[in-house]
Protein backbone atom coordinates (compact mmCIF):
# COMPACT_ATOMS: atom_id res chain seq x y z
CA UNK A 1 0.00 0.00 0.00
CA UNK A 2 1.35 3.47 -0.84
CA UNK A 3 1.28 5.99 1.59
CA UNK A 4 -0.21 9.69 1.04
CA UNK A 5 2.35 12.69 1.23
CA UNK A 6 1.41 14.70 4.23
CA UNK A 7 2.04 18.31 4.21
CA UNK A 8 2.77 19.22 7.88
CA UNK A 9 2.67 22.80 9.38
CA UNK A 10 6.01 23.28 11.11
CA UNK A 11 5.85 26.25 13.68
CA UNK A 12 8.76 28.23 15.13
CA UNK A 13 9.31 28.28 18.31
CA UNK A 14 11.14 31.34 19.40
CA UNK A 15 12.31 32.12 22.93
CA UNK A 16 12.81 35.72 23.34
CA UNK A 17 15.29 37.13 26.32
CA UNK A 18 14.72 40.13 28.27
CA UNK A 19 16.72 42.06 26.35
CA UNK A 20 14.28 42.16 23.56
CA UNK A 21 11.31 42.84 25.88
CA UNK A 22 13.42 45.20 27.75
CA UNK A 23 14.08 47.24 23.84
CA UNK A 24 9.80 46.99 24.01
CA UNK A 25 9.30 48.71 27.61
CA UNK A 26 11.71 51.34 26.72
CA UNK A 27 10.08 52.13 23.34
CA UNK A 28 13.66 51.68 21.86
CA UNK A 29 13.64 49.04 19.32
CA UNK A 30 11.26 48.95 16.68
CA UNK A 31 12.16 45.61 15.13
CA UNK A 32 11.07 43.73 18.43
CA UNK A 33 7.88 45.32 18.36
CA UNK A 34 7.59 44.63 14.98
CA UNK A 35 8.49 40.63 15.22
CA UNK A 36 6.41 39.98 18.42
CA UNK A 37 3.65 41.17 16.06
CA UNK A 38 4.79 38.70 13.51
CA UNK A 39 4.56 35.77 15.53
CA UNK A 40 1.23 37.13 17.42
CA UNK A 41 0.50 36.89 13.33
CA UNK A 42 1.54 34.03 12.12
CA UNK A 43 0.88 32.20 14.99
CA UNK A 44 4.62 31.06 16.06
CA UNK A 45 5.03 29.78 19.71
CA UNK A 46 6.69 32.23 21.58
CA UNK A 47 8.66 31.90 24.50
CA UNK A 48 10.65 32.96 27.87
CA UNK A 49 12.23 32.36 31.04
CA UNK A 50 10.09 32.98 34.25
CA UNK A 51 13.44 34.92 34.99
CA UNK A 52 12.80 37.56 32.30
CA UNK A 53 10.16 38.75 34.32
CA UNK A 54 12.32 39.00 37.71
CA UNK A 55 14.80 40.80 35.68
CA UNK A 56 12.44 43.02 33.46
CA UNK A 57 11.09 43.95 37.37
CA UNK A 58 14.59 44.74 38.49
CA UNK A 59 15.77 46.82 35.21
CA UNK A 60 12.02 49.04 35.60
CA UNK A 61 12.98 49.32 39.33
CA UNK A 62 16.51 50.81 38.65
CA UNK A 63 15.27 53.52 35.74
CA UNK A 64 13.06 54.67 38.31
CA UNK A 65 15.76 55.11 41.26
CA UNK A 66 17.92 56.73 38.63
CA UNK A 67 15.23 58.58 37.64
CA UNK A 68 14.18 59.90 41.44
CA UNK A 69 17.95 60.82 42.22
CA UNK A 70 18.35 62.69 39.00
CA UNK A 71 14.81 64.66 40.17
CA UNK A 72 16.30 65.48 43.59
CA UNK A 73 19.39 66.92 41.60
CA UNK A 74 21.87 63.89 42.28
CA UNK A 75 24.85 63.46 40.28
CA UNK A 76 24.18 60.66 37.81
CA UNK A 77 27.36 58.87 38.90
CA UNK A 78 26.19 58.75 42.58
CA UNK A 79 23.09 57.59 41.39
CA UNK A 80 24.16 54.35 39.72
CA UNK A 81 26.76 53.91 42.99
CA UNK A 82 23.36 53.95 45.31
CA UNK A 83 21.72 51.36 43.11
CA UNK A 84 22.39 48.90 45.53
CA UNK A 85 20.78 51.06 48.00
CA UNK A 86 17.68 51.70 45.92
CA UNK A 87 14.72 52.68 48.26
CA UNK A 88 11.82 53.45 45.88
CA UNK A 89 7.92 54.12 47.53
CA UNK A 90 5.48 51.38 47.54
CA UNK A 91 3.69 53.34 45.04
CA UNK A 92 7.07 53.61 42.70
CA UNK A 93 7.24 49.65 43.22
CA UNK A 94 3.80 48.94 42.30
CA UNK A 95 3.92 50.99 39.24
CA UNK A 96 7.37 49.62 38.04
CA UNK A 97 6.10 46.45 38.02
CA UNK A 98 2.49 47.09 36.53
CA UNK A 99 4.35 48.24 33.59
CA UNK A 100 5.31 45.04 33.57
CA UNK A 101 2.47 42.63 34.00
CA UNK A 102 0.83 44.74 31.50
CA UNK A 103 3.37 44.17 28.66
CA UNK A 104 2.87 40.07 28.90
CA UNK A 105 -1.02 40.16 29.96
CA UNK A 106 -2.50 42.89 27.66
CA UNK A 107 0.22 43.49 25.16
CA UNK A 108 2.04 39.95 24.33
CA UNK A 109 -0.40 37.71 26.37
CA UNK A 110 0.90 34.67 23.90
CA UNK A 111 4.33 34.69 25.26
CA UNK A 112 4.39 31.16 27.19
CA UNK A 113 6.74 31.63 30.72
CA UNK A 114 8.50 28.16 30.72
CA UNK A 115 10.65 27.00 33.90
CA UNK A 116 13.75 24.89 34.53
CA UNK A 117 13.52 21.70 36.52
CA UNK A 118 16.54 20.37 38.57
CA UNK A 119 18.01 19.27 35.51
CA UNK A 120 17.87 22.42 33.60
CA UNK A 121 19.56 24.23 36.89
CA UNK A 122 22.33 21.82 36.59
CA UNK A 123 22.60 22.42 32.54
CA UNK A 124 22.94 25.97 33.07
CA UNK A 125 25.46 25.91 35.94
CA UNK A 126 27.58 23.63 33.60
CA UNK A 127 27.31 26.53 30.74
CA UNK A 128 28.31 29.10 33.11
CA UNK A 129 31.21 27.20 34.66
CA UNK A 130 32.66 26.49 31.22
CA UNK A 131 32.15 29.44 29.16
CA UNK A 132 32.43 33.31 29.29
CA UNK A 133 28.01 32.97 29.22
CA UNK A 134 26.96 35.18 32.44
CA UNK A 135 24.68 33.59 35.10
CA UNK A 136 21.54 35.19 33.90
CA UNK A 137 22.26 34.90 30.24
CA UNK A 138 23.38 31.02 31.09
CA UNK A 139 19.34 30.81 32.12
CA UNK A 140 18.29 31.93 29.37
CA UNK A 141 20.34 29.71 27.00
CA UNK A 142 19.33 26.55 28.64
CA UNK A 143 15.71 27.46 29.08
CA UNK A 144 15.36 27.95 25.25
CA UNK A 145 16.81 24.85 24.81
CA UNK A 146 15.06 22.67 27.38
CA UNK A 147 12.09 24.42 25.86
CA UNK A 148 13.00 22.98 22.83
CA UNK A 149 13.35 26.42 20.71
CA UNK A 150 14.72 26.55 17.29
CA UNK A 151 16.25 30.23 17.72
CA UNK A 152 16.96 32.51 20.79
CA UNK A 153 16.59 36.03 19.70
CA UNK A 154 18.74 38.57 21.62
CA UNK A 155 19.75 42.54 21.65
CA UNK A 156 22.67 40.97 23.12
CA UNK A 157 25.75 40.80 20.93
CA UNK A 158 27.93 38.83 23.62
CA UNK A 159 25.56 36.37 23.94
CA UNK A 160 24.48 35.60 20.60
CA UNK A 161 28.36 35.10 19.88
CA UNK A 162 28.84 32.81 22.78
CA UNK A 163 25.28 30.73 22.69
CA UNK A 164 25.80 30.47 18.98
CA UNK A 165 27.09 26.58 19.37
CA UNK A 166 24.82 25.74 21.67
CA UNK A 167 21.50 27.12 19.96
CA UNK A 168 20.96 29.41 17.04
CA UNK A 169 20.84 33.01 17.87
CA UNK A 170 19.70 36.46 16.20
CA UNK A 171 18.95 39.86 16.59
CA UNK A 172 15.06 40.34 16.23
CA UNK A 173 15.42 41.51 12.29
CA UNK A 174 17.42 38.73 11.71
CA UNK A 175 14.41 36.52 12.56
CA UNK A 176 12.92 35.36 9.59
CA UNK A 177 15.98 34.80 8.17
CA UNK A 178 17.17 32.66 9.84
CA UNK A 179 14.18 30.55 10.54
CA UNK A 180 14.53 30.48 6.53
CA UNK A 181 17.47 28.98 6.57
CA UNK A 182 17.07 26.12 9.38
CA UNK A 183 14.34 25.35 6.64
CA UNK A 184 10.64 27.24 7.86
CA UNK A 185 8.71 28.12 4.86
CA UNK A 186 7.70 31.58 6.99
Known amino acids: MMGKSVNRIVVPHLYIDTSVFGGILEGQHEA ?3 LLETVKEK ?4 LTSAFTFMELSDIRQDNKFIYNQLALGVHIKKAYRSLDQRNLSPHDLDTTQESVDVLFSE ?3 FVEFFGLNEFGWDRALEIKAT ?4 APDSVHVVTAIEAGCD ?3 T ?3 FIRKEAEALI ?3 LPEQTNKVLKEYGFDI
Open 32 to 34: SVH
Open 107 to 109: NYP
Open 131 to 134: TNIS
Open 155 to 157: LDN
Open 43 to 46: GWRC
Open 151 to 153: VLV
Open 168 to 170: PCC
